[in-house]
């Protein structure tokens, strides 16, 4: 029983030592500037600041954000926490999230701090009102919210009902965050780490793709080869005189648009109808482009919703389907056609995807083709 009881103490101690010393570390921390921030964190903000003065420039939003509402990021820290802790309704938070996003290297450690205060946000007798299980009639909550919007972190919740112990705990997940995120980018030409496992993906493709290549079309896998003759007519039905000649273009023309063409249907549209005419090198070329993450930019994009490029200003909000793909960068374009021409499904190239992310996404379309590859040949022996 003795040593149970130590054991505890033990335990309870180094939780209390650790729960110290990311105080300290927190506190003597200072986030960089946006060029040395991990990319995802430095990519989220400049989200946030486009969305704005998107919104700010948009006269359906006048009602909402009047001229004014531009000189919030001037006001000082107290007037902020003010606002934060006394206004009620949601424009206060707009007001809060868009000054901390201008001011975020002292905005998002202030919010940290704040966040294990539970109190009303006033006197009025304001029911819950619960937005991904904050509390936004809390302090506690709203902090929770502005910091879940702004990082796309995700350290917990702040309900109403949330002790003050839960909050400590969840306070804690978010200075280890914001210490995570105080640590400079080394710039890329240092990243061993990164450059290892990219030239290792490399080889590795390079290696497949030189030994085999894909069967004919009566040997793909049936939703692949159903694509296949799906696209080939279509691009016979609806092509003009001039399109016609673009499954016959070389593939340096081809990928060249691809990787630079703004115009949807050039960049897109266009490549995808090359690719389904020469998918023996087309799928291999796509594959290879997972890993590039140019942000080439989109116009013409009819009918599609891209996630996260609406709420960044880059698109209008129109009615159509919405893809997680980032078109507006080749990554996205080109696990975009992927999944359209094969109808495999690995995973999204989105807005943030980080390097590592893509260098995996890309393993999983290798494995697919070298699997395909490997029952091809195990077929012809039989």
């Not at 279509?234 to 648009?257: G, Q, T, V």
């Not at 090359?274 to 796509?286: A, M, P, R, S």
């Not at 690995?346 to 083709?369: D, N, P, T, V």
Request: with cysteine; aromatic share 10%; glycine share 6%.
């Amino acid at each position: 029983m003795k040593g149970l009881i130590k054991f505890i103490f033990i335990v309870v101690f180094f939780y209390l030592l650790l729960g110290c010393q990311t105080h300290k570390v927190f506190s003597e921390s200072t986030l960089p500037d946006e060029d040395k921030l991990e990319i995802f964190f430095s990519n989220t903000l400049k989200s946030h600041q486009r969305r704005f003065e998107s919104q700010l420039k948009n006269e359906q939003f006048s009602d909402i954000y009047p001229p004014s509402f531009s000189s919030i990021k001037d006001k000082t820290e107290k007037e902020i926490y003010d606002i934060l802790e006394k206004e009620d309704g949601n424009f206060a938070i707009d007001k809060v999230e868009y000054w901390v996003v201008n001011n975020y290297k002292v905005g998002l450690k202030g919010l940290i701090e704040r966040i294990t205060n539970n109190s009303k946000i006033s006197d009025l007798n304001l029911k819950p009102e619960m937005v991904g299980g904050n509390d936004l009639t809390r302090v506690a909550g709203r902090i929770n919210h502005i910091l879940q919007h702004i990082t796309y972190g995700d350290m917990g919740e702040a309900g109403g009902n949330a002790t003050k112990r839960d909050l400590k705990k969840l306070q804690l997940k978010w200075m280890k965050f914001y210490i995570r995120e105080c640590k400079e980018i080394v710039p890329p030409n240092n990243t061993n780490k990164v450059i290892r496992i990219s030239n290792k993906s490399i080889k590795k493709y390079e290696k497949i793709f030189s030994e085999c290549t894909l069967p004919n079309e009566d040997k793909l896998p049936k939703p692949f080869n159903k694509n296949i003759k799906k696209h080939k007519n279509i691009y016979y039905k609806y092509s003009d005189s001039i399109r016609l000649l673009i499954k016959d273009k070389p593939k340096d023309y081809i990928f060249n648009l691809f990787e630079n063409e703004r115009e949807i249907t050039t960049s897109v549209g266009d490549v995808e109808s090359w690719v389904v005419f020469n998918y023996k090198t087309g799928i291999q070329e796509l594959i290879k482009r997972i890993t590039n993450n140019k942000e080439v930019g989109l116009v013409g994009s009819v009918n599609l919703i891209i996630d996260g490029r609406v709420e960044s200003g880059d698109m209008r909000l129109e009615t159509g389907d919405v893809i997680f793909d980032d078109l507006f960068r080749v990554s996205g374009r080109a696990n975009y056609l992927l999944k359209e021409i094969t109808s495999e499904d690995f995973g999204s190239a989105g807005m943030y995807a980080s390097e590592i992310e893509l260098i995996k996404l890309q393993r999983k379309w290798i494995k697919w083709y070298s699997q395909i590859c490997e029952k091809n040949t195990n077929l012809k022996k039989q």
